[in-house]
């Protein structure tokens, strides 16, 4: 697996088929692609957030993993400090590949707040739809390059997403399961490019936009969280 200097994983294949989309910059600046961590929140937020996606995702970390990073608010915003350690590992087998991605957070300064997005972007074809739970999405009814929020069942409910080369199942285990925990699919899909990125979003109940409201971790406090995505040929699935 390669990865770049800030621990964004650049691609990952199952045999000759892209289930990552290879990360890549945007024309207008920025990037797409890949698989990162969003960490403390996911998208601009008032105060006390400040950078779109968290500083995980800018914070340099050894290329050895696991990846360790110390993360802290700038000075004119406090959501308080963390310490992150990612560990990423892969199995293949005939006709099927696994990424475990498992994160542990731990609150250094009195409290953090946290709401943790993991971003995954799948390489998509003509007609690939996503599945959770009863919801049934076709990926090209999506609105170009729009977040839509959709709410799982359970902080364990899996998503599908199926392609005509292969499919996806991803689930994420989430340690401690506290009261109130809530799980989100944060998916948008490019019209100009053929992917669609499905986030889990981990928080508590939804806020006034539908998102998961961001944690308050104690000092030392820990969140653990292990998302799994299997991928599998079409017509190989067991």
Same mark, same amino acid.
């Given at each position: 697996m390669?990865?770049? !200097? #800030?621990? #964004? +994983? @650049?691609?990952w294949? $199952?045999? !000759?088929?892209?289930i990552i989309?290879? +990360? ?12 990162? $961590?969003? @960490?403390p929140n996911? &998208?601009e =937020?008032s105060?006390?957030?400040a950078i779109k996606?968290?500083?995980y ?7 050895? +993993?696991?990846?360790?990073k110390?993360?802290?608010?700038? %000075?004119?915003?406090n959501w308080?400090?963390v &310490?992150?350690? #990612? !560990?990423?590992?892969? $199995?293949?087998?005939?006709?099927s590949?696994? $990424?475990?991605?498992?994160?542990r ?5 009195e409290?953090? =707040? ?9 390489? @998509? ?7 959770i739970?009863?919801?049934?999405i076709?990926?090209?009814a999506?609105?170009h390059?729009?977040l839509?929020?959709?709410?799982a069942?359970?902080?364990t %409910?899996p998503?599908? +997403?199926?392609t ?5 199942s ?6 401690p ?5 809530s799980? %989100? ?7 100009? %490019?053929?992917y669609?990125c ?13 998102l998961p #409201?961001?944690l308050t971790?104690q000092?030392?406090?820990?969140l ?12 190989f699935? !067991?």
């Amino acid at each position: 697996m390669k990865f770049t !200097d #800030t621990g #964004t +994983l @650049i691609n990952w294949q $199952l045999d !000759d088929i892209h289930i990552i989309h290879p +990360l890549h910059d945007k024309p207008d600046g920025g990037s797409r692609g890949g698989v990162y $961590l969003c @960490i403390p929140n996911f &998208e601009e =937020l008032s105060p006390p957030f400040a950078i779109k996606h968290g500083e995980y995702r800018v914070t340099p970390c050894d290329s050895d +993993l696991p990846h360790q990073k110390n993360l802290t608010a700038p %000075a004119d915003v406090n959501w308080g400090a963390v &310490e992150v350690i #990612t !560990d990423w590992q892969e $199995l293949t087998e005939a006709n099927s590949k696994i $990424l475990t991605v498992s994160t542990r957070i731990r609150a250094v300064s009195e409290t953090a =707040l946290v709401r943790p997005g993991f971003h995954p972007y799948f390489s @998509i074809s003509p007609n690939s739809f996503i599945d959770i739970a009863e919801t049934h999405i076709e990926v090209t009814a999506l609105p170009h390059d729009s977040l839509r929020v959709h709410h799982a069942k359970s902080p364990t %409910a899996p998503v599908k +997403l199926s392609t005509s080369e292969y499919t996806v199942s991803m689930a994420c285990n989430i340690s401690p399961l506290s009261e109130g925990l809530s799980l %989100a699919f944060g998916i948008w899909s490019d019209k100009k %490019a053929e992917y669609v990125c499905i986030e889990p979003i981990i928080g508590k109940q939804p806020g006034p936009d539908g998102l998961p #409201t961001p944690l308050t971790l104690q000092q030392d406090e820990e969140l653990v969280m292990v998302f799994t995505i299997r991928a599998e040929r079409v017509g190989f699935a !067991d």
